[in-house]
């Protein structure tokens, strides 16, 4: 943003996709850190342990024994949050409302190997992950009942991942969830608008801009959204308006699995640590309407904030009002864009 | 809530306040948990700590000396998100759209003693607390350009509290957050259609079910929301509709603060564990308007799921799609309810 007065001052950011504002506060970023520093986890190293329950042979706690599996592999999980048996009911009282949620949730290894995580896994590794996605999506998203699907990875104990196989989730539900759909409401509201993209238009404008963009390549470009809340946050975003996975060619398919590889090292660089964050892909609903508004977008929202033990966060007043952000997305985005996308642990 | 199919299948319920809908898995409570381990801090003794910032006679990262106050103090905070003498700057160009921000960030001791907490505080001392905010309430309200006001205190650690001595901030403000644009919203809706307040008529279905109420007095009820989203999230609310706590009579101010004991009391009792959370007020903007519909409550988010050291993540799926929870709002009002309201720590 080349707006001197609000690159140094408090000021608050539009978010076009949801239509919410963040406030951010260019000037705090010198505030000592007195509080909570996050432990360390030392890197594992070995390809196979015999306690984790997503190795490839091992029996799960509900007794499943996982297949030798050799390349990403998915199931559905034992502790589903989800469940396909649900009987309907509504239920509508006063001032209570409540519905029956079906679903189906599924965890996907990335790798059969317990050491990897996707940035140093090779493209072509990455790209089988990205068409297990496309083939559950797919699958997933034919059945009658399902009307959304959402991929994400958590990675990192303080992102809530109790085990460090690369792994992702899909939770596939009936109901569309309230981020899906204020993302919905603004890119068909801009579609039907102007006829063009929100995505493409905005993609656009950064791409003349330069300055929140990190990488690009034929077909995707990485960015720190200008709303970006998380102080590392990013998006890989397809150059062309794709409004789910599944529409991506063996091509795309190729630059986007390069992509993730690219921003995922980039994180790694950045503190020296295997970066933690939630990563999750936002695309067009699988409720059988025609979504042409939609745009494909994945995000990452990564915690830390100043070092591998330093995170942000989103407590008290972000709980209870608005996101808040020190450092600015276009410093955030040049930090990313000067870190060498070689793995730090490559030599 | 009676219904019994929604009691033990997975459900989505609506949040009346902000019109949004969360997700509640009642049949996962029993998933195992492998991941992270909260350390948990020794309760710190000392009343007064020569190398706290808050504590009497202490001198400040800014050079600023604290007095010797002997009831709650409020000071600027040194490292404010929000300042007063930002210059007004509007920024509109293509898509991207950002507007400077004023305000006020003040810091709020609530004992000199630094070795207590709401909890182990009388009621008394509780009071003098609640007669500060009102005051801040009052006096931040009454700058022409501060259009919102949040109170608000993250206590523990776990919620990036950087020191233990009791305390709170406010953060006051020009813009309305999304928080509270939601809140207003709907109450407003609400009151033009019925006549009457949102809040008063969710009380008196609440205070007919009794199943999700925790604890009451002459003024106040505490009780966990229907929507709730933190496991133990709970809600205080003034049994008369006020809009704000500058209207709070003196004896509202006293049972007000004994219900603030009373719930922050249960929570330490829960896990014998001097409980996080996050705890604010929403309540009427300071925008000059008429704000009829509003009905102002204290919301406490805690983290803690299954003992001191396990809490629940909001990460991936929350994150992307919706907020998630296992236990239900019935079952932990039911644990909070069957707590002694007498502190574990007095014998
Ligand atoms: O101001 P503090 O206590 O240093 O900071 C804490 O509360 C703030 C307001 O909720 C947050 O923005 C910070 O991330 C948090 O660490
Ligand atoms: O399913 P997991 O990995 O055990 O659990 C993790 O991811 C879920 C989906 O984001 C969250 O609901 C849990 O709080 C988190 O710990």
Redesign the pocket.
Known sequence: MMNKILNDNSHRRYNILTGEWILVSPHRTKRPWQGKQEQIKIAKSKSYDENCYLCPGNTRANGSVNPQYTKPFSFV?D?S?LLSSVPEEHYNKGLLRAKSEKGICKVVCFSPDHSLTLPVMPIDDIMEVVNLWIKEYKELGSISYINHIQI?E?KGDIM????PHPHG?I?AQESIPVEIVKKTQNQLEYWQKNGAGLLSDYLDQELSHKERIIAENESFVALVPYWAIWPYETMILPKRKIGSIDKLTAKEVNFFAAMIKDVTTRYDNLFQTSFPY?AGIHQAPTDGNNHDEWHFHMSFYPPLLRSATVKKFMVGYEMFADPQRDITAEQAADTLRNKPSKHYSIT
Request: net charge neutral.
């Open positions: 999980n502790y949050a994400f958590n809530g991942c109790s085990n989730q939770w939630s």
